[in-house]
């Protein structure tokens, strides 16, 4: 599931990402946003008014797991998100083909 992280990461059109899990002890608030903080997600019990956690990219799984999230639910979250980018450049480039030419789309 790294793999799918870092593709949104090196790759995502959107500079923000929103979800909620299912976790031991309740929901988790997970958020990532590319302008402010590409490198971290920010963690926090849903509804909580304490500050999140900045979690490291390259730990963000192991996290989730010590603190009993849906992993499941999130790699599904996440190749929704993959998913929806590959359909939106499958189309600016079908788009791009047939404005540009297949020359100079390849």
């Known amino acids: 599931m790294q793999h799918l992280l870092d593709f949104i990461h090196d790759h995502r059109f959107e500079e923000q990402l929103y979800c909620v899990l299912q976790a031991t002890g309740g929901e988790l608030e ?32 192991a996290y989730l797991a010590e603190h009993g999230a849906d992993l499941a639910e999130f790699e599904r979250e996440l190749k929704a998100a993959v998913t929806s980018q590959i359909v939106v450049a499958h189309h600016l480039l079908t788009d791009a083909r047939s404005a540009l030419g297949e020359e100079l789309v390849s």
């Not at 990532?32 to 900045?54: I, M, T």
Request: glycine residues 0%; hydrophobic residues 30%.
């Open 30 to 61: 997970l958020s990532w946003c590319r302008s402010s903080d590409p490198l971290h997600w920010q963690v926090r019990r849903q509804k909580s008014q304490s500050a999140a956690e900045r979690i490291p990219r390259t730990r963000l799984l």
